[in-house]
């Protein structure tokens, strides 16, 4: 686990969605078909690149907690 497998995907979605672009089919609602799968693959990325952030640093750490109390 890296950091740079955000960057890996992120230039590989880039492809795709440029391909997407290309590759449209011609006709009345070609721009919203290019809207409709640019943005779900950038959505998809964004909320994949958080999570995995999110597990990679996470900002509050666990606590070890033993199984019996400490006897004083």
Not at 8 to 15: C, E, N, Q, R
Not at 39 to 52: G, L
Request: hydrophobic residues 50%; contains cysteine.
């Amino acid at each position: 686990m890296s950091g740079y497998n955000i960057i890996w995907v992120f230039l590989v979605l880039s492809a795709v969605c440029g391909a997407a672009y290309v590759f449209t089919p011609k006709g009345d609602n070609q721009t919203v078909i290019r809207t409709l799968i640019i943005m779900s693959i950038a959505c998809c990325y964004i909320m994949w690149a958080v999570t995995y952030l999110a597990q990679l640093h996470p900002l509050i750490f666990p606590k070890k907690v033993g199984l019996r109390p400490h006897e004083e």
